[in-house]
Nanobody, 119 residues
Framework: QVQLVESGGGLVQPGGSLRLSCAASGSIFSINRMGWYRQAPGKQRELVATITSGGNTNYAASVKGRFTISRDNAKNTVYLQMNSLKPEDTAVYYC?????????????WGQGTQVTVSS
């Protein structure tokens, strides 16, 4: 079992920055993928960015160049640096961890942290 706890959300003006953190605990395998998803009101959850334990990253086109995902494997923590924020970035951001357990992919989710971009 894996537990994920997000922090760092809040209210920010357009053009501002926020840094989200997600600390994982529990039965975490050394090979895994962590990332961030978001869900805006009335919208489906969408991928924002992911990073593997090896450091490979993937970003949604809408955040490419503005957001940076990173991780500290020793702390089992993933970060999302969000710059040049837009109102369209307003959403609940969820931390995700995916790993293979008994030959099957398992997904774990944090409780979510609200990010609101508004003037």
């Amino acid at each position: 079992q894996v537990q994920l706890v997000e922090s760092g959300g809040g209210l920010v003006q357009p053009g501002g920055s926020l840094r989200l953190s997600c600390a994982a605990s529990g039965s975490i395998f050394s090979i895994n993928r962590m990332g961030w998803y978001r869900q805006a009101p009335g919208k489906q959850r969408e991928l924002v960015a992911t990073i593997t334990s090896g450091g490979n990253t993937n970003y949604a086109a809408s955040v490419k160049g503005r957001f940076t995902i990173s991780r500290d494997n020793a702390k089992n923590t993933v970060y999302l640096q969000m710059n040049s924020l837009k109102p369209e970035d307003t959403a609940v951001y969820y931390c995700n961890l995916q790993q293979t357990e008994n030959w099957r992919a398992r997904d774990y989710w944090g409780q979510g942290t609200q990010v609101t971009v508004s003037s």
